[in-house]
């Protein structure tokens, strides 16, 4: 099964052309080089509306699974859980787990990370840190179960 992926960069200053986005280009190299296709990518401010609204037109792209990078921290402007988790049908807490114990290996405030998983309509969506070596390791800590979470929900008949 080929998966078309939507990457979701989401920050203010990015947005505003104040610093290139580092985060999607690093997340499209990490998904391209597990065999995944890069359907679309969207660049976006920490708003909630506008994460949703982006969220929902990569599924509408046919984006079996939507990877966001920024927005999961503890700043005030941080929303992206907040947003995901509003248009979710159900969180997947197991992927923010693995990934804050395995990053803890790495970096002490990974503690302070909100990372998660949840499925909005039929479409997987993991929201990854925003630093480009943090969002690609942490998709990696987690890429074992994706393939298999995407078949199910795209409802994909398997051989028994």
């Known amino acids: 099964m080929q998966i078309e992926v939507g990457i979701i960069t989401i920050s203010d200053r990015a947005?505003?052309?104040l610093y290139d986005d580092l985060g999607g280009p690093a997340l499209k190299k990490a998904a391209e080089g597990?065999?995944?296709k890069i359907v679309a990518d969207a660049l976006v401010p920490d708003e909630k509306r506008d994460?949703?609204?982006?969220?929902?037109?990569?599924?509408?792209?046919?984006?079996?699974?939507?990877?966001?990078?920024?927005g999961t921290g503890v700043s005030l402007r941080d929303v992206t859980p907040e947003a995901v988790r509003e248009i979710a049908?159900?969180?997947?807490?197991?992927?923010g787990e693995v990934m804050r114990i395995e990053s803890m290996k790495i970096t002490k405030n990974a503690i302070l990370s909100r990372n998660l998983?949840?499925?909005?309509?039929?479409s997987l969506v993991i929201c990854l840190p925003g630093k480009p070596s943090g969002a690609v390791e942490c998709l990696s800590f987690v890429?074992?179960?994706?393939?298999?979470?995407?078949?199910v929900l795209q409802e994909v008949p398997t051989s028994c």
């Open 117 to 122: 998983a949840a499925v909005v309509e039929k």
């Open 34 to 36: 597990y065999g995944w």
């Open 51 to 70: 994460i949703q609204r982006s969220i929902r037109e990569m599924i509408a792209k046919g984006c079996s699974l939507i990877l966001t990078t920024g």
């Open 15 to 17: 947005s505003r052309g």
């Open 89 to 95: 049908i159900r969180e997947l807490p197991g992927f």
């Open 143 to 151: 890429v074992g179960a994706i393939p298999h979470c995407v078949e």
